[in-house]
């Protein structure tokens, strides 16, 4: 598979994001818990330069809790304090405020030392498609204040929100980088939902993800599928999926597209369990 997906907005935004740096005193970085490594655009680094940064494990949820502990531990080691937000319940978000204001102290009282009077911390909210950045800073407002969506893209200017704690937040587009060089990357991005169903291979995909569950977390999809041989190769353990849940074609031919679909579906909601596709380096 050769997964590639950077539509022409995402290249004004990422003008506009270095534009609005300029303004800011802290970036948020948000990444999906489930795959922090894939997640993470390697254009940040570059355009956050020596800006305090907060980084936010989204989607904690659904990811493995142990798993998420020690990708933290990593990124506490190279500098970058990190926060594991369940956006949906909310479990994370009220340690959010705290660390903006302690990472923009010292910006705060350089001003304040000039003369200048005491301001709100500005934050800008960076993070690939999808991660879950717009639902994110709702729950931290309490309110739908920004657009949100399921898809990847919904987000497609910028939104300044002024959210509890007194910090105000710059919402921006999801933004990926134009060549996806690592597949293994661009697959779990497709996985997780990152890069729109349209453009990839779907059945390929969904059959890769599978035989990883199938080898790591033979149980859970074994209870799940109630596939019998999880030694089978992809293409079959689609077929199985496809038979146990009856979905079949005209001619009585398994629609292992249908499973296909089916299996991502119920990935990405963590349906098959909590999983994370990147694992932490020794």
């Known amino acids: 598979m050769d997964i590639q997906w950077y539509p ?3 290249a004004k935004a990422r003008r506009l994001v270095k534009e609005y740096l300029k303004l800011v005193d802290v970036v948020i970085e948000v990444l999906d818990a489930r795959i922090p490594s894939s997640s993470r655009n390697p254009d940040i680094d570059e355009l956050a330069g020596q800006k305090p940064r ?3 494990f989204n989607k904690s949820d659904l990811a493995d809790p142990e798993q998420t502990r020690l990708w933290k ?3 506490a080691k190279a500098g970058f304090p990190s926060i594991a937000v369940d956006s949906i319940s909310g ?3 009220r340690d959010v405020s705290g660390q903006v204001n302690k990472l923009a102290a010292p910006k705060i009282q350089a001003l304040v030392s000039n003369g200048r009077r005491p301001r709100a911390p500005r934050c800008m909210v960076l993070g690939i498609p999808n991660v879950g950045k717009s639902f994110f800073i709702n729950k931290l407002v309490g309110q ?3 657009r949100t969506g399921d898809k990847p893209g919904v987000t497609r200017g910028q939104q300044w929100v002024r959210v509890a704690g ?4 710059l919402d921006t587009p999801g933004i990926l980088w134009p060549k996806l060089e690592d597949q293994e990357a661009a697959y779990r991005l497709a996985v997780t939902g990152a890069i729109k169903d349209e453009v990839y291979d779907l059945y390929g995909t969904a059959g890769k993800l599978l035989k990883w569950l199938a080898d790591n977390y033979p149980e859970a999809i074994r209870e799940r599928y109630q596939i019998a041989d999880l030694t089978a190769e992809p293409e079959q353990l689609l077929e199985a999926v496809g038979v146990r849940r009856g979905f079949y074609i005209s001619g009585g031919a398994v629609d292992s597209l249908k499973s296909a679909r089916i299996v991502i579906k119920e990935f990405r909601e963590g349906k098959l369990g909590r999983y994370t596709l990147d694992r932490p380096p020794v």
């Open 91 to 93: 479990s994370g978000a």
């Open 54 to 56: 907060l980084v936010i």
């Open 73 to 75: 531990a990593v990124l």
């Open 166 to 169: 007194n910090i105000d937040l």
């Open 8 to 10: 022409g907005h995402m």
């Open 144 to 146: 739908r204040a920004v």
